[in-house]
């Protein structure tokens, strides 16, 4: 059995949102997972709801509150994602409808049906027309990050530099490319935000969603979920709706280096920040080892020469 939930700041919303959904009814229940956030399954009026509260100085790792609730709402009219039903500012926290689904595994999210409808997913929303009001750069970010870290006290790991200028290297090789241009993105594309309803894919935890290169999202998906060379090929015929090409392939192979590059410095900006219970040095570790092993392979040098060329 669930033990309710009583902070004082869940106490308050749940107060001030039971008068615009309805009287709540049963429990305040804690949802499992999420680093960054606090979930809570609460049910307003008879309809169970998901209530999201951000996590201590969120602020700091580039996340923007309006650009979550605009993309969340995005994602659900193009049946992506869970229903906005509120957003308070005091306290803070965006409240979904509640869907019930599974987790999704690693393994599935590799399979040829999963692929596709993932390339497709991603291809509806970053082609939305949808104009967030924050920006993500990894080249951009890592730096945000590393100041971050320094400010409070920590240390940047001894290969920042290195991976830093192989991230310009890497914007350097694409950033004249129309497959690069900013659009609306997920940014955050972990095997834990995406679940199944039965019928689709639903993708969740919008937190992170900014106007950046639609490379990053299925760099970060395909490292995440660990994509074989066949699979990135599925993906990216799933999402461009034709047959994969060497520049785009090169391109993938470089945001995977991004994608861990980000999430590398998350951790070390997380140490920092967070009070929650987790090993975020080992995280961060686990990225920078990954990064390496990417710069170092024969193939990273041809990938920035073959990322330059035009499309397709």
């Known amino acids: 059995m669930h033990e309710e939930i009583t902070v004082p700041e869940v106490a308050e919303a749940v107060a001030r949102l039971s008068a615009l959904l309805g009287p709540r009814e ?23 709801y998901v209530v999201r509260l951000p996590g ?14 605009l993309a969340t709402k995005k994602a659900a009219d193009l049946r992506l994602g869970p229903r906005v039903a509120a957003m308070l500012d ?14 999704v595994t690693a393994a599935e999210l590799r399979e040829p049906r999963y692929i596709d409808e993932v390339g497709e997913a991603l291809r509806g929303f970053h082609r939305s027309g949808l104009e967030l009001p924050t920006d993500f750069y990894v080249s951009e970010i890592v730096s945000d990050y590393a100041e971050v870290s320094k400010s409070r006290g920590g240390t940047l790991p001894e290969g920042f530099q290195h991976a830093r200028d192989y991230a310009r290297k890497v914007v350097k090789a694409v950033r004249k490319n129309a497959d690069h241009q900013p659009l609306p993105c997920h940014n955050d594309l972990l095997t834990a935000n995406f679940l199944h309803d039965g019928e ?3 993708i969740v935890d919008w937190e992170y969603a900014g106007m950046g290169d639609p490379f990053f999202d299925l760099g970060n998906f ?6 074989s060379d066949a699979d990135e ?3 990216l015929e799933a999402y461009f709706g034709e047959p994969a090409t060497p520049r785009r392939r090169a391109a993938l192979k470089l945001f995977r280096f991004m ?8 951790g070390v900006v997380q140490t920092s920040v967070s009070e929650l219970d987790f090993d975020f040095d080992g995280y961060a570790d686990k990225h920078f080892r990954r990064m390496a092993e990417t710069t170092e392979d024969e193939r990273f040098r041809g990938w920035l020469k073959g990322a330059g060329g035009r499309s397709p």
Request: charged share 30%; proline share 3%.
């Open 259 to 266: 994608s861990d590059f980000r999430e590398a410095m998350w």
């Open 200 to 202: 689709r894919m639903v």
């Open 26 to 48: 049963g429990a305040v229940l804690p949802l499992e997972g999420g680093i960054t956030k606090r979930n809570f399954r609460v049910n307003f009026g008879g309809t169970d």
């Open 222 to 227: 395909s490292v995440n979920n660990e994509l």
């Open 233 to 235: 090929d599925r993906l």
């Open 90 to 103: 005091q306290p803070a926290c965006l409240v979904t409808c509640f869907v019930e689904s599974r987790e």
């Open 56 to 69: 201590k100085n969120t602020e700091l790792l580039g996340i923007d509150r309006e650009a979550e609730r």
